[in-house]
């Protein structure tokens, strides 16, 4: 049979229906598996985690064919639950594909420690400043005599004395103990009360055993 008798028959028109029936259904088998694979309009709804322990996070996404991973904690809320989660990425409400991952911080397990600085000599409002910044709380104001006015002479926490380069932890509620700036040098000994009669008398007597020398 010559080719142009053969391109022509009835068998060549079978095969090539043929052909194209299994070109048609390889594309469709191939079209569901990828659909399959790639989960195509397949999507889920992600869970608000916050407040939960991460053991528990990672069951409930598990079920859901989630990965949770852990990215880091942050500083100390106490408004929530230690070590549970307080940030996720996918936001809760947002739709994710199956096998997707989960990215969480975790609230720390207590307060970071800090190291308080220097305060004697310095000024409430100087020494208050630098406390709040390291996450520290005020406390309490008393006042002793001494010649500058709102000058640390001590701070406290709990009734405990404390100095320079003790460490508290952050939220720590600081007492303070300041100058009232009323002990004056003339007239007042140091602890802020008056000279007395006799102690005037004592005075002249000693300027005079010297004068007489």
Request: hydrophobic residues 35%; charged residues 30%.
């Amino acid at each position: 049979m010559s080719i142009k008798n053969f391109l022509t028959s009835k068998t060549f028109f079978i095969q090539i229906a043929i052909a194209f029936a299994i070109v048609v259904v390889s594309a469709f088998l191939l079209m569901q598996f990828l659909s399959f694979r790639t989960n195509h309009g397949e999507e889920m709804e992600v869970p608000d985690l916050s407040k939960m322990q991460f053991s528990i996070a990672e069951e409930k996404l598990a079920e859901m064919g989630l990965e949770i991973i852990l990215l880091d904690t942050v500083d100390f809320k106490d408004d929530l639950p230690p070590y549970s989660i307080v940030e996720q990425d996918p936001k809760s409400g947002s739709t994710v594909k199956d096998g997707r991952k989960i990215y969480v911080k975790l609230n720390a397990g207590e307060y970071n420690e800090v190291t308080l600085p220097e305060f004697k000599d310095k000024t409430y409002r100087q020494i208050i400043a630098n406390l709040n910044s390291l996450g520290l709380k005020e406390g309490k104001k008393t006042y002793k005599p001494h010649i500058a006015k709102d000058i640390v002479i001590q701070i406290m926490s709990k009734g405990k004395n404390l100095k320079k380069g003790d460490k508290v932890k952050k939220n720590t509620v600081i007492d303070f103990v300041l100058g009232d700036g009323k002990e004056l040098y003339d007239g007042t000994n140091f602890e802020g009360s008056t000279t007395t009669e006799d102690d005037s008398e004592n005075i002249k007597i000693e300027e005079f055993v010297e004068d007489g020398e």
